[in-house]
């Protein structure tokens, strides 16, 4: 099946600086990349819609000047959290949705790990 | 709009025991409907999916069958092992992207 990567996997920063997280479809072009956030023990929110070449679409309550996504090339989106703090520690899990050749599915990547100090 | 609920759990069960967890959904059309698992620390997995009704996903010895008359989705395995542990996840697809499940996690005891 179509592979999608994550890195890094882990990362700790202190609180203020920024972070890049890089999703990137290994062996399948990807149109659309999603973002996803997850809490300690609860299921995935969905943060945003990356599609490459255009703005991504953020869903409600997500700060875009906070969480910048960047979808330069159909291999490669990536998140950036801004002046991160604390309460953005978290694990970010970006997906890629593949083309006809794979249905259409979406593919997971392995997650990153923030821990803001 | 679309929306899946699922059992939430915990569920704790010895080796060999019967798994069923429940998950129900909510959608306009008939969307695809998928399995996940979560290992500790690790990213999604795609266990199996339906895109049909009566279709029935396959994987692993887990089982689950696209029922469009109670709009179930629920996920079976006849004789769990301790290395199913983790957390699973129902979800449909909502175009472009996917809704969850809340993620019910499973403990399996030797």
């Known amino acids: 099946g179509a592979v999608v990567s994550q890195h890094p996997s882990w990362v700790i920063c202190k609180s203020g600086t920024s972070v890049k997280i890089e999703c990137r479809s290994l062996d399948f072009q990807a149109t659309t990349m999603f973002w996803y956030r997850q809490f300690p023990k609860q299921s995935l929110m969905l943060m945003a819609t990356s599609n490459e070449g255009s703005k991504a679409t953020y869903e409600q309550g997500v700060e875009k000047d906070k969480f910048l996504i960047n979808h330069a090339s159909l291999t490669l989106s990536t998140l950036t959290v801004t002046s991160a703090h604390p309460e953005d520690s978290s694990f970010y899990i970006c997906?890629?949705?593949?083309?006809?050749?794979?249905?259409?599915?979406?593919?997971f990547g392995p997650g990153t790990r923030l821990t803001v100090l | 709009g679309n929306s899946v609920t699922q059992m939430e759990g915990p569920v704790t069960l010895s080796e060999e025991a019967f798994l069923t967890i429940n998950c129900t959904y909510t959608?306009?059309?008939?969307?695809?409907l998928f399995w996940y698992v979560q290992y500790p620390g690790e990213g999604l997995q795609l266990l199996l999916k339906?895109?049909?009704?009566?279709d029935k996903g396959s994987n692993k010895g887990f089982e689950a069958t696209y029922r469009k008359e109670t709009t179930s989705f629920h996920l079976e395995k006849g004789s769990v092992q301790v290395s199913d542990s983790a957390v699973y996840f129902c979800?449909?697809?909502?175009?472009?992207?996917?809704?969850f499940g809340a993620g019910t996690r499973l403990t399996v005891k030797p």
């Open positions: 979800a449909l697809s909502d175009e472009p992207h996917m809704r």
């Open positions: 959608a306009t059309g008939y969307p695809s």
């Open positions: 997906s890629a949705r593949s083309g006809p050749r794979h249905y259409n599915e979406q593919f």
């Open positions: 339906a895109t049909k009704a009566d």
